[in-house]
């Protein structure tokens, strides 16, 4: 999603983009993020925070508010490590703009090869040296199942194809 550098005004507008129906309820959530800051120069030179904590503060109530929700609703009555297992843990990763965020349940990050994952950012702005463009890029492995999610922003515009595709060429 590209946020134009905006942010929500509350944790609802984001509610309604997690909840399911009451039958199902995911195992992995996986949040990509474009333009989280003003793509200038200040913000592609030097890294300020406050915006990043504020998505991943937004984000990690968001979906706790989504799982409470659907164990109430689904009238389960769990044991406190039932419950445990039901959080959500996360990894992600930031550059400039561009966010990735991958929620697991605990349950599920139990059973990850640890020394599976792999992040990275790949720039690919201004001569490939800037993160204004590009993508931040997340693998790992689930019981020997290996998963990569890649999160791209690249160049815009009409007549931009051959550099959209060596952008992509890049970070493949």
């Known amino acids: 999603m ?5 942010t929500p005004d509350s944790i609802d507008e984001l509610l309604p983009l997690f909840q399911t129906d009451n039958s199902f309820q995911p195992d992995i959530y996986v949040v990509a993020l474009q333009e989280i ?21 937004t984000l990690t109530e968001t979906l706790d508010i989504v799982n409470a929700q659907y164990i109430q609703k689904s009238g389960q009555r769990l044991s406190e490590e039932e419950h445990q297992n039901q959080q959500l843990v996360y990894v992600d990763k930031a550059m ?9 349940k605990r349950k599920l990050a139990a059973r990850l090869k640890p020394k599976s994952i792999q992040i990275c950012k790949v720039k690919s702005g201004t001569m490939g040296t800037t993160g204004n463009k590009g993508a931040v890029c997340l693998r790992f492995q689930i019981d020997g199942q290996a998963i990569m999610i890649i999160n791209s922003h690249l160049i815009s515009g009409r007549r931009r194809d051959e550099q959209r595709t060596g952008q992509l060429a890049k970070i493949f």
Request: hydrophobic content about 40%.
């Open 96 to 104: 400039v703009g561009c966010y990735l965020a991958v929620f697991l």
């Open 2 to 6: 590209n946020c134009g550098a905006l």
């Open 37 to 57: 800051v003003q793509l200038n120069a200040k913000n592609c030179l030097k890294k300020d925070t406050k915006r990043l904590d504020y998505w991943r503060k």
